[in-house]
């Protein structure tokens, strides 16, 4: 998707809750966790090689685990001294502290860059969803309670949901790809995938797994059953209606995302919004000059760690979460309102600064990878 149409949706959905205060938070909450994020995971989990997932899980999962809580501890420290408690401060520093897969994704699939790049900043940004919620979750039994009993309970559960959401995804690919081998139509595959990824999604919520995780694993394992035994022409059909699928969600999640900011709510915590937007940025920073290079284990291109710190846009689970906060939470209003300036901010600089960082990587970097062993080929 062109940098220019997300920021023009965005906008326009701007206006639309600018003229309609209040009114989209429920729809954009409702639609954006249960209709559009399946869509969108499933086709961005789709697109990625399983391959590639087993040779740089080192830096996915250290800038999508470790990564989730270095933000989260910046952010809320920033946001403390900006005049916060620390339990606000920490609500803030979780719900922001995932990358947002929907602007990401969509920046990427017109983006020239390495595919080892791709994967790494694309499977973080879907990753750290899940971990995000995680720590969200503990952070939200902590505040409720005014105290710490509970969060062993909620850490194990979570941790079982995970696994839980892990081995239900590949399994339900496993079944779907041996329902539908050999029976080479594009028709019969789209209703599949499509038809699996919702399944997928609401049977691991109805669980209490993670649904983020089971249709990430679903889209990753179903593609690598399906590479065995789909034919080259149908898999292409099935591609071009998917990205036509996600075009649309798109589209239509970015103008909701906009209507559900509430412009005039933005100058309300000016300062804690200034502060939380300058920790995060310190935060990403972080994770692209000094984790990413570490977690290769290697020289990094430096074009690479520029694309890595730029595509840090928070969206639609930032304010899904926020939005879902219970209405006894202290200093609920500020959270809100602070959570809606930094996903405007993030979203509108992410989407001309990722190009931006994509565009200045050098020529001979363009087409540069790295191999499993640590060598660069052009």
């Known amino acids: 998707m062109r940098t220019w149409i997300i920021f023009l949706f965005v906008l326009a959905g701007v206006g639309a809750g600018a003229l309609a205060p209040g009114r989209f938070e429920h729809l954009f909450g409702t639609a954006t966790l249960y209709v559009f994020l399946p869509v969108l995971l499933f086709e961005a989990a789709w697109n990625l090689s399983a391959r590639q997932l087993l040779t740089w899980w080192r830096p996915i999962f250290l800038l999508a685990v470790p990564g989730v809580f270095i933000t989260t501890a910046i952010v809320a420290i920033a946001v403390h001294f900006a005049g916060l408690p620390w339990t606000s401060a920490l609500l803030i520093g979780a719900i922001i502290s995932a990358t947002d897969p929907v602007a990401i994704v969509a920046t990427f699939k017109r983006a020239k860059v390495p595919e080892s790049l791709g994967t790494i900043v694309q499977s973080e940004s879907l990753l750290n969803d899940a971990m995000a919620v995680v720590l969200y979750r503990t952070i939200l039994v902590i505040t409720l309670l005014h105290s710490g009993a509970g969060v062993g309970l909620v850490v194990v559960e979570t941790l079982a949901g995970v696994l839980g959401a892990l081995a239900l995804g590949i399994a339900a690919a496993y079944v ?11 028709g019969i595959q789209l209703a599949a995938t499509i038809t699996g990824a919702y399944i997928v999604y609401f049977a691991a919520d109805i669980a209490r797994a993670s649904a983020i995780v089971a249709v990430i694993a679903f889209g990753v394992a179903l593609r690598e059953f399906e590479r065995r035994s789909i034919v080259v022409d149908v898999a292409l059909k099935v591609e071009r209606v998917w990205d036509r699928l996600t075009f649309v969600s798109n589209v239509i999640i970015f103008f909701l995302t906009g209507a559900a900011l509430e412009i005039g709510r933005l100058t309300h915590a000016p300062l804690v919004a200034v502060a939380a937007l300058s920790g995060m940025a310190t935060a990403r920073a972080t994770l692209a000059y000094v984790l990413t290079p ?10 690479w760690l520029n694309v890595i710190r730029a595509a840090g846009a928070r969206g639609a689970l930032a304010l899904a979460l ?7 939470i202290e200093n609920r209003s500020t959270i809100i309102d602070v959570t809606l300036t930094l996903v405007l901010a993030t979203l509108l600089l992410s989407a001309f600064s990722v190009p931006r960082a994509v565009r200045s990587l050098q020529p001979a970097l363009q087409t540069a990878d790295f191999h499993e062993n640590g060598s660069i080929s052009f």
């Open 176 to 186: 779907l790809a041996m329902l539908v081998v050999r029976r080479n139509a594009s």
């Open 294 to 303: 570490w977690a290769l284990g290697r020289i990094a291109p430096p074009g």
């Open 322 to 328: 926020v939005i879902g906060l219970p209405h006894g």
